[in-house]
Structures are given as structure tokens and as C-alpha cells.
């Protein structure tokens, strides 16, 4: 459970957003490789899906410096 706590943590900061957005793009990329080539739903879903999350993680990375200037 606190390894959990912690990948959590570590997530929020700039490293974080920027490896898992990376990271899901990769995956997204391969879903769609995979969803043009076999034509599958789900497939497609998948792409979108990681696709979104991550560019969302990747703006976080620009919104959250503005942000926390804001807060103090």
C-alpha cells in the first residue's frame, strides 16, 4: 500500500506527468498502429483513451507551476 502512496506522489510531480504522459502516448501509438492495421473497436478505444491521458498529463506539466503559484 505505500508503494502506492509513494508512485502516487512521485506522479504529481513534473517527472512524473512527463514519464507516464510519454509513456501513455507510446501505448496509444501502438493501439492505433494495432487498430489500423486489424481494424478492431477496441483497439481504437484503447488509442483514444492513452491518447488523452497522455497529452492530459502533459499539460499538467505547463498548468501545474502556474497553479501552485496561484495557491500560495
Do not use: C
Amino acid at each position: 500500500m505505500e508503494q502506492l502512496q509513494s508512485l502516487d506522489k512521485w506522479h504529481q510531480t513534473r517527472k512524473g506527468h512527463l514519464t507516464f504522459g510519454v509513456a501513455e502516448l507510446l501505448i496509444a501509438y501502438g493501439f492505433a498502429s494495432l487498430a489500423i492495421d486489424t481494424a478492431h473497436t477496441w483497439a481504437y478505444a484503447l488509442a483514444i483513451i492513452f491518447g488523452f491521458g497522455g497529452i492530459r498529463n502533459l499539460l499538467r506539466i505547463v498548468h501545474q507551476p502556474q497553479h501552485d503559484k496561484h495557491k500560495r
